[in-house]
């Protein structure tokens, strides 16, 4: 079975600071990870993926994350937020074989003008 | 190309009653996927078809089923409506089930009361 958490509800930062907002998984076999943003009274846009290869992706609107195995986290940054990045991030892992979405619950990012 | 439509966008159902949402694929994808989101239980897989069949599924009721055509759409069906089952559902598509990325739609709010 595997597990992802988001180890941070809410997240508030001002306007142009940077950002980390924190993932970890849990799976007995390799991994492809997932980063989704979620605005108000929408669906859910893919923001980055690591699929293998680099450890270090880079996704839309600035963002990127670096997957590291041995402290099985997929970390998202981005150096300088904007208000427009007022959102909900999921963190989400899937497998080879089994290609459903396993969800983390969320982070609420709040930009502090 | 388009992404995926899902219709119709919010629905209120009573107690009892049944209910069917429906989701379009982007184009040339094959395989559909079906996810509840709630406050309480968050983003939770339901089932994923491809080729008109079921590929897997999640932990709910027989209460919820689905089904896929020959055009790839696809619709799931909720029958005798309980308050819980008030949720946004998303839709997502995949190329085909090998096909590590999905892509959601904009969901479907229903609301029991």
């Known amino acids: 079975a595997q597990s992802v958490t988001q180890l941070d509800s809410q997240v508030p930062v001002f306007e142009e600071a940077p950002v980390e907002l924190r993932c970890n998984y849990s799976s007995s076999v390799s991994v492809y990870l997932f980063w989704y943003v979620q605005y108000p009274n929408q669906g859910l846009q893919l923001l980055l993926k690591y699929l293998s290869g680099s450890t270090l992706v880079k996704g839309i609107n600035g963002f990127e994350a670096e997957f590291n195995k041995s402290q099985t986290s997929f970390h998202l940054r981005k150096p300088s937020v904007h208000i427009s990045d007022t959102a909900e991030y999921f963190c989400?892992?899937?497998?080879?074989?089994?290609?459903?979405?396993?969800f983390g619950t969320g982070t609420r990012l709040t930009i502090i003008p | 190309k388009a992404g995926v439509t899902q219709t119709p966008r919010y629905l209120i159902k009573t107690r009892g009653q049944q209910v069917t949402l429906s989701c379009s694929p982007i184009s040339g994808h094959r395989s559909v996927s079906w996810y509840q989101q709630t406050p309480g239980q968050g983003l939770q897989f339901l089932f994923e078809y491809f080729s008109e069949t079921q590929r897997n599924k999640g932990n709910f009721p027989g209460r919820f089923s689905g089904r896929q055509f020959s055009n790839s759409r696809s619709e799931m069906n909720v029958s005798t409506l309980e308050l819980g089952d008030s949720a946004l559902y998303l839709c997502?598509?995949?190329?085909?089930?090998?096909?590590?990325?999905?892509?959601f739609g904009q969901g479907t709010r229903l609301t029991v009361v």
């Open positions: 997502a598509s995949r190329e085909d089930p090998g096909g590590q990325t999905a892509f």
């Open positions: 989400a892992v899937s497998h080879f074989g089994n290609e459903k979405l396993t």
